[in-house]
């Protein structure tokens, strides 16, 4: 069964310093979505992303933020500047039809910036 | 701005025993509503999507009802096991972004 897979599985950063985190979405899946969860509160929205373009954003994605399909394939978070408070688990999600499908997360990457 | 409510927020409970997951939101403008299941440290899996036209929904011992007018769902786990220890989040679907909430953290004790 064709699962979405994240990397790296850990990241721990210093404040200040740029992290990509990467998402292998399933194949054939369209609209892809990037969430995060603090330690201890509920999985957020961030970010959703069809056809190369952010579709929506919550007022956590700030310019700090950015999304990318680099090579059709990949898809990654950046984020410029990381702050104490950027740490959490951070997911990518993938559905083929927007709003009607089950949406399929990864594994997570949990990111620790001291 | 649609908030979701889970209740209870822990739940302990002897192997064997049928139980009731419960979930509210407040906005029924919904496309769909997934529970999921989150084990310590890990993703999400999904267990169930229940579409805005649908009453409910069953995957072996789980069965998610939908109330969207009401604004509720419940997961209905049959039977449980340890295994079933976990948390469990419902999400409702809001212009295809999943708002979630807090959880239900379920221990099923042998």
């Known amino acids: 069964e064709p699962e979405v897979t994240q990397t790296p599985s850990h990241q721990v950063t210093q404040m200040g310093q740029e992290v990509i985190l990467r998402c292998v979405p399933i194949?054939?899946?369209?609209?892809f979505y990037w969430y995060r969860q603090i330690l201890g509160q509920k999985v957020e929205f961030l970010v959703s992303?069809?056809?190369?373009?952010?579709?929506?954003k919550s007022e956590i994605f700030d310019d700090q933020f950015s999304v990318e399909r680099p090579d059709g394939s990949n898809f990654t978070l950046k984020i410029r500047s990381t702050k104490l408070e950027d740490s959490a688990m951070y997911f990518c999600?993938?559905?083929?039809?927007?709003?009607?499908?089950?949406?399929?997360f990864g594994p997570g990457t949990r990111l620790t910036v001291l | 701005k649609q908030e979701v409510t889970q209740i209870p927020a822990a739940l302990s409970v002897p192997e064997g025993e049928n139980l009731v997951l419960n979930c509210s939101f407040t906005?029924?403008?919904?496309?769909?509503l997934q529970w999921f299941r989150q084990d310590p440290g890990k993703g999400l899996t999904s267990l169930l999507l229940?579409?805005?036209?649908?009453r409910e929904q069953t995957s072996g011992r789980l069965n998610a009802s939908l109330d969207k007018s009401s604004g509720r769902s419940t997961l209905y786990i049959a039977a449980s096991q340890p295994g079933d220890s976990a948390t469990y989040l419902c999400?409702?679907?809001?212009?295809?972004?999943?708002?979630f909430g807090q959880g239900t953290e379920l221990s099923v004790k042998p």
């Open positions: 229940i579409q805005s036209s649908q």
């Open positions: 999400a409702p679907s809001q212009g295809g972004k999943l708002i």
């Open positions: 906005d029924s403008a919904i496309y769909n």
């Open positions: 999600a993938g559905t083929g039809t927007k709003g009607t499908d089950t949406q399929y």
């Open positions: 194949s054939n899946h369209l609209y």
């Open positions: 992303f069809y056809n190369n373009e952010i579709s929506e």
